[in-house]
């Protein structure tokens, strides 16, 4: 649920097919952290996307039971023509439905119903300044935003802060290092960390804010929440701040 704060105007949704479900197969199951994995998704039809914006996956049962869930895409956009190709990343929730069975049941060469890209307000098409803000699984999207301003040799306009319970909770943690970026700890950091533990407060956001930036929060409900306490008291407008709460708070 993206949260109905009013802000810039949202970038315009990118021409294409209409939004159709589509049978994706299952190419590769990375584990990002012990409750992460990444599922490589090859589509039927390319597609193009823009980072920040979700797929919908459906499971359905023998008797016809479904249940959808909504999967960030981690994947940056690629190029004009789109890709058959999505990641999508997902944590491994206790008593979880969806994330319990792609963890524990789904395997290479599967098939998933999946459906989009959705999402226009929660979308940054890699222009402007932006500073984009985690919790756990909340990189997600955020991921791909940090991708494409690599990508396209433009790592300056991003900003990125991430916060996670403990070093082995950081999802890219490979790839995730960069001036660009910064990892706070609320509850194990790595021996010789300045700044040591706890959640995110003001300190932790005034110094990455330039002025004028798009602000993208991700993360659980609480999260999402601290964060935007701590942005509106570093003084980030909130007509500036865009939120995507992924689910209960914790
Ligand atoms: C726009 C959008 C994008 C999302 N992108 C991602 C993503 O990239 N990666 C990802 O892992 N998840 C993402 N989510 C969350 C995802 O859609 C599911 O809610 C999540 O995987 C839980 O589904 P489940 O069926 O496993 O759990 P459920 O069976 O729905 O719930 C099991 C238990 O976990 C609690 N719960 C549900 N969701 C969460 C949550 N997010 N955090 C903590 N507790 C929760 C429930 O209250 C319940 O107690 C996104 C959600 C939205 C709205």
């Known amino acids: 649920m993206s949260s109905v704060m009013p802000g810039p105007p949202a970038a315009p949704p990118l021409p294409g097919p209409p939004i159709r479900w589509q049978t994706a197969r299952v190419l ?52 004009p023509d789109g890709s058959t190709m999505i990641d999508l990343t997902v944590e491994l929730l206790d008593d979880g439905e969806v994330s319990t069975y792609l963890h524990e049941v789904v395997q290479p060469g599967d098939e998933l119903e999946v459906r989009g890209p959705i999402g226009a307000f929660f979308a940054w098409d890699g222009h402007g300044p932006a ?5 756990g699984s909340g990189i997600s999207p955020l991921m791909a935003m940090l991708r494409l301003a690599r990508n396209t040799a433009r790592p300056d306009l991003v900003r990125l802060l991430v916060s996670v319970r403990g070093p082995g909770d950081l999802y890219f943690a490979d790839e ?75």
Do not use: N, W
């Open 131 to 135: 500073l984009l803000v985690a919790g």
């Open 176 to 250: 995730l290092p960069g001036p660009e970026t910064t990892v706070i700890y609320t509850r194990t950091a790595p021996p010789g960390d300045p700044r040591g533990v706890g959640r995110l407060t003001p300190s932790d956001i005034a110094p990455l804010v330039r002025g004028g930036e798009t602000v993208f929060v991700c993360g659980s409900t609480g999260f999402a929440d601290a964060a935007t306490t701590a942005l509106l008291a570093a003084g980030v407008p909130t007509h500036l701040i865009r939120v995507e709460r992924f689910g209960p708070s914790g």
């Open 28 to 79: 590769a199951i990375h584990d990002e952290t012990p409750r992460t994995k990444t599922f490589r998704l090859r589509l039927p039809h390319r597609t193009r996307h823009m980072a920040g914006q979700y797929f919908v996956l459906r499971l359905t049962a023998p008797d016809g039971y479904t249940a959808s869930r909504a999967y960030s895409l981690s994947s940056p956009p690629e190029g």
